[in-house]
C-alpha cells in the first residue's frame, strides 16, 4: 500500500506499519524497504477505537528485535 503495509503476527493478527514508521528517516515508498514475504520485528504502538492495530518497524532493531523507541526519546 501506499500509505504502509500490513503486518501479520500473533497467529492470524493484522496490523499497520504506517509509511512513516517504517524507517527512520523519510522514505518515498513503502516498497524501497519491504516487499511481499519480508518477515520484519515490530512493536505494537496502539490499538484505536475501531480495534486497528498500530505497528512500527523503526522503533525496534531489525537485527536484534531490541526496542530502540526509548534510545531515540532519549538522544
Not at 504502538?45 to 505497528?55: A, E, F, N, S
Amino acid at each position: 500500500m501506499d500509505f504502509g503495509a500490513f503486518v501479520n503476527f500473533i497467529g492470524k493478527r493484522d496490523g499497520l506499519v504506517h509509511i512513516s514508521e517504517v524507517a527512520a528517516g523519510r522514505i518515498g515508498s513503502v516498497n524501497e524497504v519491504l516487499k511481499e514475504g519480508d518477515i520484519v520485528k515490530v512493536k505494537v504502538l496502539g490499538v484505536d477505537d475501531r480495534g486497528k492495530i498500530k505497528l512500527s518497524m523503526k522503533a525496534v532493531n531489525q537485527e536484534t528485535g531490541e526496542d530502540i523507541s526509548q534510545n531515540a526519546e532519549a538522544g
